[in-house]
């Protein structure tokens, strides 16, 4: 049976059997079949991509460990992400140096060959500008708005992830994306560094 991306000759429901009976070559198919989703929601919740790198390798660890604990209720790729969140949640409580993932996101984007749509510098800027007003938002808009937009995760999955009702996902939503849209007015009116 092929997995989601056509890589596999088993599908996530038999990787997930075998792990469970202890093969470790099984889940490390279910590490490759995930490890960039995970990654990247690390990223934009720590804005350090070697912290996410770390905390998504964790979070792997640590649902090899709890493997036996997971009950099926949810799909694989909720659990998994909800343990990688509450790692980020953890780490963020953390005082850290912020990476600038504007810069880092295109370096790998040139390293990649990948075209680079309209004026990088103002590409550069305009996202630079979005991680500065998402990373401002509190820990619960910024997860649901990162998991939401970014991800692309439905409003069951992401209450499955975050422990909360869909309601809450819901408002915490709407709150987040528009305490965004507020940042990033701001942000406009001012121009670079607080210029007018």
Request: with cysteine; hydrophobic share 40%.
């Amino acid at each position: 049976m092929a997995s989601k991306d056509g890589t596999s000759k088993f599908g996530e429901s038999e990787l997930l059997a075998c792990s469970r009976a202890g093969d470790t070559a099984a889940f490390g198919r279910l590490v490759e079949l995930y490890a960039d989703r995970v990654v990247t929601v690390c990223a934009r919740m720590v804005r350090d991509r070697g912290v996410a790198e770390d905390l998504a390798q964790e979070a792997f660890v640590k649902a090899w460990q709890s493997l036996a604990s997971f009950d099926g209720r949810s799909a694989f790729y909720t659990w998994l992400y909800r343990i990688a969140m509450n790692l980020c949640l953890s780490e963020r409580r953390r005082p850290r140096r912020v990476v600038n993932m504007a810069d880092e996101g295109l370096a790998n984007r040139r390293e990649s060959g990948e075209a680079l749509p309209g004026d990088a510098a103002e590409l550069k800027e305009e996202h630079a500008r979005v991680l500065t007003a998402l990373a401002e938002l509190d820990e619960e808009h910024r997860a649901v708005v990162v998991l939401r937009d970014v991800q692309g995760l439905d409003y069951e999955e992401i209450a499955g992830i975050l422990g909360v009702p869909r309601g809450t996902v819901k408002s915490r939503l709407h709150r987040g994306r528009m305490e965004l849209r507020e940042r990033l007015r701001v942000q406009g009116a001012e121009g670079p560094r607080g210029h007018v």
